[in-house]
């Protein structure tokens, strides 16, 4: 393979191209397609919620079902997960509550971060999900360390990090591939190609051919495949854990998919670029996987019509109660930070219990600080 062919295994008709190694059951196949819905439904749902100001902030994903749906389903639970902010749907594979996802974009008592991190920021740390992190790249030397921690206190469990193609142009996207390339650090790079870094298109983000062929100079195996084709992540991603797990060292994945909508709903795409999204709605993962299912009879009409209704049910009857919760307890800012409450942050503490329900923290107008 060339570092521009692409790994597919399902064409745009739903028909197999090539061989499914997967050996995934009808029903795992099932379970992907209706988190994939989930997915979307989500998404859809939570820019309406932005829109109508009941939530600050949100960024879509939609038309990248597939690489997040294909690649949550292959870690185990010992292994580390440090996503990007695109991909609840590797989250939700993985078992993270849509609940708890919803929570943590209105900041309330039940978000998990208590409302110290941005919306869309999630961190599970039952499912081995590192909190997601702003900065671009920053995540990507945290995994290859923390792989590399589990082999020295040699377990197999292995590390998935996921960036996008702007990730790449970051300091600690080099610094991480080549230590893990050194030290065959067991760690899993999954770069989600969506040709767009907010408004900057691939083509201006590197010279390179590919971003897979970044993974020569690192001397490590670089593999691009269809983002959009849930079976063939699947594959590529497994092929890759499992090489990571034997010790064998890490591996580059390049998923080429689209982001169809806004880089997140603070921004406008119509000012920077054309309809390609247009010619990307042809190439719907969802659509794409449907066709595959209904050929193999494992999925119909009615199927479909029954899951939607029941995933779009189930979020809202989430966010309904979710949007009832109180914002986190006030003492919390200084709770769960520190095991035991440093002198400086109890005295901060018994400062605000003092002056709280004063209005004296309410004035807009009073001097910092306050
Ligand atoms: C170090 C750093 N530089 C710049 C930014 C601003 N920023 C936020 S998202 C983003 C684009 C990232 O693009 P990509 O990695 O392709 O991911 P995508 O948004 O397409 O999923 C940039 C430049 C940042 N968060 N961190
Ligand atoms: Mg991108």
């Known amino acids: 393979m060339t570092s521009t062919d ?10 197999t191209v090539s061989e499914d190694e997967t050996g995934l059951p009808p029903e795992k196949l099932v379970e992907m397609y209706e988190c994939m819905l ?40 010992d292994d580390w997960i440090f996503p990007s902010y695109r991909m609840p749907g590797t989250l939700l ?54 792989a590399y921690a589990m082999r020295l206190r040699k377990t197999d469990a292995v590390a998935g ?22 030290w065959k650090s067991p760690c899993v ?9 907010i408004s900057v298109p691939f083509e201006k983000q590197t010279a390179s051919e590919s971003v897979a062929v970044k993974a020569k100079a690192y001397g490590m195996p670089g593999v691009r495949v269809d983002g959009n084709d849930v079976l063939a992540v699947y594959q590529a991603v497994s092929a890759a854990v499992a090489r990571a797990r034997a010790g064998v060292g890490p591996t580059l994945l390049e998923l080429m998919t689209y982001r169809r909508g806004p880089h997140s709903s603070s921004d406008d795409p119509t000012r920077y670029r054309g309809d390609q999204a247009d010619e990307w709605l042809s190439r719907d993962p969802i659509l794409r996987f449907r ?23 189930e979020l809202n009857a989430a966010i309904k109660e979710v949007e009832k ?44 600080p306050l």
């Open 6 to 15: 692409m790994l597919q295994i399902i064409g745009e008709s739903g028909q």
């Open 161 to 182: 990090v996921f960036f996008g193609d702007g990730g790449t142009s970051s300091n600690d996207f080099h610094s991480g591939m080549n230590f893990a390339g050194v």
């Open 93 to 146: 594979m993985r078992g993270a509550s849509p609940r708890a996802m919803i929570a943590n974009c209105y900041g309330n008592s039940e978000d998990l971060c208590l409302g110290r991190q941005m919306p869309v920021h999630y961190s599970f740390a039952e499912q081995n999900v590192v909190s997601i992190s702003s900065p671009i790249g920053t995540h990507i030397i945290h995994a290859v360390g923390t």
């Open 325 to 368: 919760l109180p914002p986190p307890p006030l003492d919390t800012m200084f709770t769960d930070v520190y095991a035991k409450v440093p002198k400086f942050l109890r005295e901060q503490y018994e400062h605000l219990i003092e002056t709280e329900g004063t209005g004296h923290e309410a004035d807009p107008d009073a001097a910092f």
């Open 291 to 313: 066709k595959f299912l209904e050929r193999q009879d494992l999925w119909s009409e009615d199927r479909e019509q029954e899951s939607s209704t029941r995933v779009k049910d």
């Open 38 to 77: 989930r997915t979307r439904a989500m998404d859809e749902r939570m820019i309406n919620l932005q829109r109508q100001g009941r939530i600050g902030f949100y960024v879509p994903s939609t038309g990248e079902e597939a690489a997040q749906v294909g690649s949550g389903m292959v870690f185990g639970a």
């Open 189 to 197: 790079f999954v770069c989600s190609n969506n040709q767009w870094a």
